[in-house]
């Protein structure tokens, strides 16, 4: 796998990993929780950075890291907070 797409897997993950942080940790410890998350993901990969030689594609993978992220963090968020509602009514 090219590293570009590594790290576009990696940022979906990392985002889709914010619903379950947040239902395990509870609201007050979520941010502590997911930083730790966060940082662990991207210290773990850091060695992929090598591979990534500056092109308009490497530059494309910066630019599109944080909203793919967040973008899955905001579904997994949702999801999560929709079955946790779901599970409290009944």
């Known amino acids: 796998m090219k590293p570009e797409k590594r790290e576009i897997a990696l940022a979906s ?8 942080c947040y239902l395990v ?4 410890k979520f941010l502590t929780w997911y930083a730790v998350v966060l940082g ?5 990969t850091v ?3 090598k591979d990534l ?4 594609s ?4 910066w630019l599109a890291w944080p909203v793919v992220m967040l973008t899955g963090a905001a579904v997994s968020m949702v999801a999560c907070l929709f079955i946790q509602k779901l599970f409290l009514r009944g």
């Open 47 to 49: 060695h992929w950075l």
């Open 58 to 61: 490497a530059w494309f993978v």
């Open 25 to 28: 940790a509870g609201p007050d």
């Open 13 to 20: 993950a990392l985002g889709l990993l914010a619903g379950p």
């Open 53 to 56: 030689k500056p092109s308009r």
């Open 40 to 44: 662990g993901g991207i210290f773990s």
